[in-house]
């Protein structure tokens, strides 16, 4: 269960990660609410699952989600790029936290 909360927990991430993009500097009322509510959510939510995951791997796994994620918003919402550079990036990431999964 506490992988599930894990992995919900960088959804909310990426959330607030892109949500920040829509505040214009803390400058708009109501994308602000819903990201400091997404930081909230992710905050706790890691919180709860460090209660039995370690703590370099739950971090790094909440990092890489929000990373990874946020990644793809940028292509899809902004145009981001899709070098293959930056994709062979991603592709890296998340490697690693699949070999941290199963070290756990």
Do not use: D, N, Q
Request: with cysteine.
């Amino acid at each position: 269960m506490s992988w599930i909360i894990l992995f919900l927990a960088g959804l909310f991430e990426i959330g607030w990660a892109v949500g920040l993009k829509f505040t214009e500097g803390f400058t708009r009322p109501i994308p602000t609410l819903l990201t400091v509510t997404a930081m909230l959510a992710s905050l706790g939510l890691l919180g709860l699952a460090m209660k039995e995951l370690p703590l370099g791997t739950a971090y790094a796994v909440w990092t890489g989600v929000g990373a990874i994620g946020t990644v793809i918003a940028g292509i899809l919402l902004f145009g981001e790029s899709t070098s293959l550079l930056r994709l062979g990036s991603v592709l890296l990431v998340c490697i690693g936290l699949l070999g941290l999964k199963l070290s756990h």
